[in-house]
């Protein structure tokens, strides 16, 4: 009888530890996995926010850069190990085209334009020209006024661009050249800059800005929100409106379509940023996304635009295949 007892008993313990496993593996209980393209800025932002509302200890963030995290969109699909992610906007499209892997969201904010039913409109990234003041005085070089000066041999060596082929904030330049001028012209423009830029070819969006500020090169053509913060801060940056206008990308949230695997706590992180976070991110990125929502008139670029066709990872690998 005691034998029984004690097998009866071995075999209740063994079950429940089985039922266990099987709970603790389940969606609910495992922390959230973020995917970011973001700059530093916005990251902190969904750092501070998540953990101020109760997430504190429940994500795992991992920065990649947009080529890299693009290409394991479209080639991961539903099987990418992330619960969140925060994109370009075209990739999240191209990704959704080839296989639909993200889920139709239930927004708790109004989006103030028509957005795909998957993708929360997270931030909006402004390509400009910036110059560090000094560097262009010791060098007497005059102010550049437009993306096709660049392309003025007396910049040569002072100017520092990032590349298309790793970076889609270099691609807003391409954007705006093509769209003003044509592909034929643009090819000869850009042959022009990336000859000025010579070693200055930066692999990040954030790059430029960079060189610029430590008066490594005088001038560079990168994030707008990025010299608008230096010069705020009393750094030597300044930075223009070119003639072609101020060509933008928007990045966004989307939460990855798992079926029963998909994390709850994903899309509650997504409303909890879009709700606690826009404020601080139009400090950073002053474009009105969302209703209700106001920007310093200063801030904002006065000849915002938008490249004419549709933005997807097929146009940029177009576009890319210019370098060569």
């Not at 807003?172 to 990336?194: C, M, R, S, V, W």
């Not at 800005?209 to 230096?230: M, P, S, T, Y």
């Not at 409106?241 to 933008?248: A, F, L, S």
Request: glycine fraction near 8%; charged fraction near 25%; proline fraction near 5%.
């Amino acid at each position: 009888m005691k034998k029984k007892k004690m097998f009866a008993l071995l075999g209740c313990t063994a079950l429940t530890l089985l039922l266990g496993a099987c709970s603790s593996g389940s969606a609910t209980d495992e922390k959230v996995i973020i995917y970011t393209n973001a700059d530093e800025e916005p990251v902190e932002v969904i750092e501070n926010v998540l953990d101020e509302n109760g997430f504190e200890g429940k994500y795992t963030l991992q920065s990649f850069g947009t080529s890299e995290l693009g290409g394991k969109l479209l080639a991961e699909g539903t099987n990418i190990e992330a619960d969140l992610v925060t994109m370009s906007t075209f990739y999240l499209s191209s990704a959704q085209n080839k296989e639909p892997m993200f889920k139709e969201l239930e927004l708790t904010v109004d989006p103030l334009s028509e957005i795909p039913a998957y993708a929360a409109p997270f931030t909006v990234q402004e390509g400009t020209i910036f110059y560090n003041t000094d560097m262009m005085k010791e060098l007497d070089l005059p102010i550049p006024e437009s993306l096709k000066d660049l392309a003025d041999p007396q910049y040569e060596g002072v100017l520092s661009i990032s590349d298309i082929k790793q970076s889609s904030t270099g691609w807003l330049l391409f954007q705006a050249l093509i769209d003003n001028y044509g592909e034929d012209e643009a090819k000869t423009i850009l042959t022009g800059i990336y000859k000025n830029t010579g070693d200055h070819l930066e692999s990040s969006g954030s790059g430029p800005i960079k060189k610029v500020r430590l008066g490594e090169v005088a001038l560079g053509f990168g994030l707008r929100h990025q010299a608008v913060k230096d010069k705020n801060e009393g750094l030597p940056i300044e930075f223009i409106e070119p003639t072609e206008g101020t060509y933008t990308l928007t990045e966004s949230l989307a939460v990855i379509d798992k079926g029963d695997d998909t994390n709850p706590e994903a899309e509650e992180m997504l409303n909890t940023i879009m709700e606690n976070g826009r404020q601080d991110l139009l400090a950073i990125y002053p474009s009105p996304i969302y209703d209700g929502e106001e920007a310093d008139s200063v801030q904002v670029a006065q000849n915002q635009k938008i490249y004419p066709e549709e933005l997807t990872a097929e146009l940029l690998e177009q576009h890319q295949k210019l370098v060569d």
